[in-house]
């Protein structure tokens, strides 16, 4: 009989530098990849709608990619225990292996599988293919876990440099293991016998019944070819710039691979190795085709790693986002600063500031744009997520999660680890937080960050006409000036739903008592 080994792919749609598929494949004369759909499993967490939509997408390019180099895709529903049991009677399996997810219900799930696979006689491994670092890695001094990104990142961010520079080979052994370059995907694959089957992707109903997808795929091209796509691209046109065009909204200066990083179709790993071929020991750039690892003077590649390391460190925010989550499995619900529990949030009808928020209909363009930006592509530049988070939290004095919710619904790259920080910081009461009194102005932030309005001009059309100086606060327009670029505050552009000055003075006020009572 041939050595079975089932490849159960989750959070991992790749099948470059995969550690399961490659242990499994050093290790079983048949290989059998597996894709169990049991949404619940995740609860209260289960996939929104964009990630369903893309979820779709993505199982359908990994799909065909197994086909092409021989293999199959097989889709089961159900609870994965007993679906992995009912495989492993059906193809004689004795070996399991699976790339980690670190959500805490996904944890929980995966230790009572492995648990009870093994009472079972299978032998079953779980390998690293989504992070740098594992989040139980890196701790400080005093044994504690980070709560402060910038001594995180004095830790993790060096390691990063220096892997390939012999001078630094003596120092202590790395927690981040990056000696072996990444793995190119497998030539061949070994074929699935006829007599499994499984379902169609269609079967698992992830695609939209009304179809509102539209924007989601012009914008998108889901699927590891669609990541490796965005990261080349994104070496050619915007690393260079990236230390200032990263705040940018109108311009295409950040990676877009956030929903492609959470799905697992390319892995932080390859971009690293990527970069490092690209830009550094060089400094010609990714055309060279150079290869860092022989670069023979040191200095050459610290000049270089400043152009990569304001990306690396954006890399490192999402590592220091999972080793959050991993250690403090509350805060996708609760704040991590315990002060912010009796927090007054806003009393009353929240639903209507609620409901324009998640339009796009605040009356305050920048906030707008951002939310209709995420309405029709699924995805928001972050400069417009920490504004768009600080009107909902601060001046709308709307609970954090309400916010953390509604992106869960509608991004591509909604992602439990990077949403809950994201808006934990947003909200000041996270890790390494934003203080609750810094309150973005979003006249300012659009004046400085969109200094033409191409931005809103793109996505509130209906204020396009307006002049650069009035595009963030058209309530300051004139009539005549309104009138003449066809605009009725209130008809074709809504008034704002908030003063910012008053409701900015009351959220200071409110955070006063939160302290006051500590
Ligand atoms: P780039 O600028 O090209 O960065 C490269 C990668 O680094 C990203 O793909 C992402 O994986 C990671 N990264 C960048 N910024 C951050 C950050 N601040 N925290 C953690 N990781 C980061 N990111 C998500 O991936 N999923 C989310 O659900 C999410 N929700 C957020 C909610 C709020 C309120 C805020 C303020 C930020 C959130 N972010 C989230 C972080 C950030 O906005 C996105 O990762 C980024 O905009 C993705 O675009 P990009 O791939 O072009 O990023």
Known sequence: MPTTALVWLRRDLRLGDNPALAAALARGERVIPVYLHAPDEAAPWQPGAASRWWLHQSLCALSEHLQR???????????????????????????????????????????????????????????????????????????????????????????????????????????????????????????????????????????????????????????????????????????????ESRDWPAEPGTSRLSPHLHFGEIGPRQILARIREAHLGSGSGPSSGSDSGSSSDPDAVFADQAIAEPYLRELGWREFSHQLLYHFPHTPSEPLNPRFADFPWRSG??????????????????????????????????????????????????????????????????????????????????????????????????????TQGRYVRRWCPELAKLPDRLIHQPWQAPASLLAQCGIRLGCEYPAPIIDLKASRAEALAAYDRVSASA
């Not at 504004?387 to 991004?411: H, Y």
């Open 349 to 450: 009808d929240t639903e209507p500031p609620l409901k324009a928020w998640q339009r796009g209909r605040t009356g305050i363009p920048i906030v707008d744009a951002g939310m209709r930006e995420l309405w029709h592509t699924g995805w928001m530049h972050n400069r417009a997520r920490m504004i768009v988070a600080s009107l909902l939290t601060k001046n709308l004095r709307l609970p954090w999660q309400e916010g953390a919710r509604w992106f869960w619904d509608t991004l591509v790259d909604a992602d439990l680890a990077n949403n809950t920080q994201g808006w934990q910081w947003s909200a000041g009461c996270g890790a390494d937080a934003a203080p609750y009194f810094r309150i973005f102005n979003p006249v300012r932030q659009g004046e400085r960050f969109d």
């Open 69 to 243: 180099l021989g293999s199959r895709l097989i889709i089961r529903q159900g609870e994965s225990l007993a679906t992995l049991r009912a495989l492993i009677a059906e193809t004689d399996a004795s070996q399991v292996h699976w790339n980690r997810c670190y959500e805490p219900a996904l944890i929980a799930r995966d230790s009572r599988i492995k648990q009870a696979l093994r009472a079972d006689g299978i032998d079953c491994a779980s390998h690293n293919a989504a992070l740098l670092c594992e989040p139980w890695t890196l701790k400080t001094g005093s044994g504690e876990p980070y709560r402060v990104f910038t001594p995180y990142w004095r830790r993790l961010g060096p390691q990063l440099a220096e892997r390939t520079e012999t001078a630094h080979r003596s120092a202590p052994a790395p927690a981040v293991a990056l000696d072996a370059p990444p793995a190119a995907p497998p030539e061949t694959l070994p074929p699935v016998p006829n007599a499994i089957d499984g379902l169609a992707v269609e079967a698992l109903a992830l695609q939209p019944s009304i179809p509102w997808d539209q924007g989601l795929r012009e914008a998108w091209q889901p699927g590891e070819a669609g990541a490796w796509q965005a990261l080349e691209r994104f070496l050619i046109d915007a690393i260079c710039s990236y230390h």
